[in-house]
């Protein structure tokens, strides 16, 4: 997977408005099926941490450019980057992609929350799956 995680997707009639373009809202929704997915292929189980009370990710802050629209039917990859790893949460750079042309830019904080809904510290298995992602795990 390298430093980078691409998912790919296809717009949908349900995904488009009625003019066929995508509705702005369902790119944050692609964004976070993206996440879901880089979070699964490096070995963090959400799933188990929620049910076990660990805890959640769940996004603190996002901030989206909007720059084209996607249609009914374009072909999409969302580009996913780890920017930063802190104690308690994770800077995400996505983008989504139509070829070569950027169509949303976005920087999301993923922040990391214990069951009462307070941040709380990642689980020190999971920072390490992230530095490994980004590179850093050498430092």
């Given at each position: ?35 879901s ?30 720059r ?27 983008r ?44």
């Amino acid at each position: 997977m390298g430093d980078t995680h691409y998912f790919a997707l296809r717009v949908y009639f349900e995904d488009t408005d009625v003019a066929g373009i995508v509705y702005y809202a369902n790119y944050l929704r692609f964004m976070e099926r993206a996440r879901s997915d880089m979070l699964r292929a490096i070995g963090v189980d959400q799933r188990a941490a929620l049910e076990s009370g660990e805890g959640v990710y769940a996004v603190a802050e996002v901030a989206v450019k909007y720059r084209q629209p996607a249609k009914l039917d374009d072909d999409l990859l969302v580009v996913t980057e780890i920017e930063a790893i802190r104690a308690a949460s994770v800077l995400i750079h996505q983008r989504v992609m139509r070829g070569d042309e950027v169509l949303t830019d976005a920087n999301v904080t993923a922040a990391f929350l214990s069951p009462d809904g307070r941040p709380k510290r990642q689980p020190r298995a999971w920072v390490e799956m992230f530095e490994r992602l980004k590179g850093e795990a050498a430092k």
